[in-house]
């Protein structure tokens, strides 16, 4: 069943991409896990190789590619087992804030910069005190003649420690109405008063270098400030689309590939004298996560096709959103069931799935706020 419609250019574009991940990342992916972070230089190769913000305009460097671009490094990527390169964060989810939102002459400032790979981004939104309440925050932003004073904390920031640029959501302390009173503006590495903090310790997505950021009495001209003042809050629910839509598409590639590897290992693995993908209880475990993931996979290309032809889907990728990561965890835990006591070892790269696999209900809006989403579109 083929929703979405790939061109020969698209097939030409997956099979450069996958020689270029099995070269330039999967050999080194088990080091990264280690160091937890993926050299900048990796970010830059992506660049040179034009792998990144394929969608923007040629008149910034970009190709002007259409969305399945996106779709097919988000799964290439995803099918190393390999977390830590957030090239969709930089390039479906962060940059268009960028594109969409800021004046032309920030644009052609940074954008060429963000498609080199020489200028890695971040969104900043969460703080130690809230994440799922955005209006909660209190990092804020004070106008100060043609610029605006910046002081607050923000944590689990993905890019955090390689990030040159950071889509930072601020308050104005002035402003009673959190919705009115929320901004998204851009802070460059090295601008004074903006330090990285800790890189943070995680159980899974451990070469993903997460991390604090910190802002005091940082100064940044005005001209940062995405879109109108007080606009925040609305530029915010009108790119998370993408973000639900990535999301919810890395968690059915994952589990496609754990599910791939599962079925290989029981193929192989051998109790009793057969294979133990012949018992009536594997097949069957198998059987109930294929259908899963083909369920998952449905769902998501239909989306893919809505979301290219411009529709609104705020019910649709938040029950994607939900329904497809929890999917991938069932799918992960069911899999690691089926590696017996091999699956508890990080040798086997089913660990690590089922570890990187833990956080998808929790980041990109937790599934709680996802399904509370629904609810209200729902009139419930
Ligand atoms: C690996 C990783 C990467 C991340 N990357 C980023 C990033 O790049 N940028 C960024 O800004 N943030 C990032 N985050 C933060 C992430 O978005 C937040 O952790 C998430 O939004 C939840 O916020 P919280 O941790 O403060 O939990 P809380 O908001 O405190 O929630 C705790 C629990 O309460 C539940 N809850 C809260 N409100 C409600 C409600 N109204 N109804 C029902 N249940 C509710 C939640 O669902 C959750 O189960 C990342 C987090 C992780 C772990």
Known sequence: MEILNYTEEHRIFRSTFR????????????????????????????GEQGFLCMDLPEEYGGLGADFLYSVIVCEELVKTNFTGLAANLHSDIVVPYISAYASEAVKHKYLPLCISGDMITAVAMTEPNTGSDLSSIRTTAVEDGDDLIINGQKTFISNGINCGLVVLAVKDPAVESPYQAIDLVLVEAGTPGFEKGKKIDKIGWRSQDTAELFFTDCRIPKANRLGRKGGGFTMLMEKLQPERLICALMAVTAAENVLEMTIRYTKERTAFGKPISKFQNTQ????????????????????????????????????????????????????????????????????RAWRDMRVMSIFAGTNEIMKGIAAKFMGL
Request: hydrophobic residues 45%.
């Open 19 to 46: 020689k270029f991940v099995e070269r330039e990342i999967t050999p080194h992916a088990d080091e990264w896990e280690t160091a937890g972070i993926v050299p900048k230089s990796v970010w830059e190769l992506m």
């Open 284 to 351: 069957f475990k198998l059987v109930e996560m294929a259908t899963e993931a083909k369920l998952g996979r449905a769902f998501i290309d239909k989306l893919i096709a809505d979301h290219m032809e411009g529709k609104s889907l705020i019910v649709e990728v938040s029950m994607a959103k939900y329904w497809t990561t929890e999917m991938a965890m069932r799918v992960a835990d069911g899999c690691l069931q089926l590696f017996g006591g091999y699956g508890y070892c990080e040798e086997y790269p089913i660990a």
